[in-house]
């Protein structure tokens, strides 16, 4: 599953794990215990056509003027973080073309330079690197990623696992030591590979077993990740659908369970799952059912937040069109879950811990009660959940939501201090 080097290293994590469990990681944003934050370039609509969006009314978190790069969430493509290879389609090699071909000192120096000047010394918000050409493991350089399998078959196979892992490790590892608060990690890292909706009927949205043994093997990744960025994009196919529900369930749940199995010194890896407003690939925007299956199940299962990303050109029509998409659906279903989030984590866990759903496999949703609770917009406040919760929804929470404690609490509800620290540290 592995290349022979690594071997001696899954084997490590499958006989070592098994400790106690790992804290829930701790909330990202202002005590939140879940958070929606946003990553759309949409500061050319304030600036060029007036139309704003005024965002953190929502309970969404974004950078200053709604930048695309600020201090709240960074993004690092392929061309803005150091010399990253890769082969381009007419087959030029791009910085050795190859990860194992990289001038990786160079590289760092580069990458160095670029943290320094683009983030603050103070930086503590989400920083994620998406590099997309090629995958740490060989064997899931498959498609159009086959031309790394092709060169590398030259140049000896186990030199591309160690040229990738030295890349990717490293990058991490000095992004970190320079901006120890950020939040790094890879987009797109863990993930399930249950993209085989169209070739079945009976669509389970399962990952292979084999590609979960293949995520032990990234341990190398995990250990100097400090947050995961799954990915949930839905396309028009998957909308408003079960088989679109079991894409993104298997998809978050096996983040979750690699958050859990590599945790840092403060508890799991926090997991923030990248979820578009519209199908990807089109300007259709989701449902209030497709919400329910991204940002709704990803607070559910005890994420830590969601990412929204868009590249769309923002002309002023598709402006308008997205301003009036927030003001209308998204922008109260967001309030609803982050507000039935924080609800949960309070009543619940004593606001000492996330809460996360009991039964696996149940279809339960951290949603606010219609019955005791609306959402109010009055046009001059912010809009806000209005009402409480009663004895029953309280006994609703009870059965279908569990308590995962922040470190230093322990208890069912999370009622009592621990003083046992790193417990859960695989040694």
């Given amino acids: 599953v592995c290349s022979s080097d690594s071997q001696w290293l899954c084997s490590w994590i499958f006989l070592g794990w098994g400790g106690a469990v790992a804290p829930a990681s701790p909330p990202i944003v202002h005590h939140n215990p879940f958070s929606v934050i946003w990553n759309m370039p949409t500061a050319k609509c304030q600036e060029q056509y007036g139309i704003d969006f005024d965002l953190s009314q929502f309970d969404i978190v974004e950078n200053r003027r709604e930048r695309f790069q600020g201090q709240n969430m960074t993004i690092f493509y392929r061309n803005k973080l150091g010399l990253y290879p890769f082969i381009r389609k007419g ?210 299962l005890g994420a830590a937040g969601v990412v929204l990303w868009g590249d769309l050109g923002f002309a002023r029509s598709k402006c308008r069109a997205l301003r009036d998409y927030v003001h209308t659906l998204l922008g109260g279903y967001i309030v609803n879950v982050t507000t039935a989030a924080r609800l949960c984590s309070g009543r619940l866990c004593h606001a000492n811990g996330r809460c996360a759903r009991r039964h696996d496999g149940s279809s339960a949703r951290l949603h606010l009660s219609p019955r005791s609770f609306k959402i109010v917009d009055s046009g001059w406040t912010s809009p806000r959940a209005v009402g409480d919760l009663d004895q029953q929804d309280m006994a609703q929470l009870w059965s279908s939501f569990r308590c995962v404690c922040y470190r230093g609490w322990t208890g069912e509800q999370c009622e009592r201090s621990s003083d046992i620290q790193k417990e859960w540290m695989v040694e």
């Fill in 91 to 300: 087959g030029r090699f791009v910085n050795g073309g190859v990860p194992q071909e990289a001038p990786l000192e160079k590289h760092l120096v580069l990458a160095e330079m670029q943290i320094e000047q683009l983030l603050a010394s103070d930086f503590s918000g989400l920083a994620v690197i998406d590099w997309e050409e090629w995958r740490p493991l060989w064997v899931r350089n498959w498609g159009r990623m086959k031309k790394y399998q092709r060169r590398s078959e030259a140049l000896v196979r186990r030199k591309y696992w160690n040229g990738a892992m030295a890349l990717m490790s490293r990058t991490l590892g000095l992004a970190t030591q320079l901006r120890p608060s950020g939040l790094w990690g890879y987009y797109k890292f863990p993930d399930c590979y249950n993209y085989n909706w169209k070739k079945v009927d009976n669509y389970t949205g399962h990952c292979h077993p084999k590609d979960t043994e293949r995520n032990n093997c990234l341990a190398w990744l995990w250990h100097k990740s400090k947050a995961l960025y799954p990915s949930i994009y839905l396309t028009r196919p998957l909308g408003s659908s079960e088989r679109g529900a079991m894409y993104v369930y298997y998809r978050v749940k096996e983040a979750m369970r690699i958050a859990a199995a590599f945790p840092s010194a403060s508890g799991s890896l926090p997991v923030l799952a990248y979820a578009r407003v519209t199908f990807a690939h089109t300007l259709q925007y989701l449902s209030r059912m497709d919400l329910e299956h991204t940002i709704g199940e990803s607070a559910s």
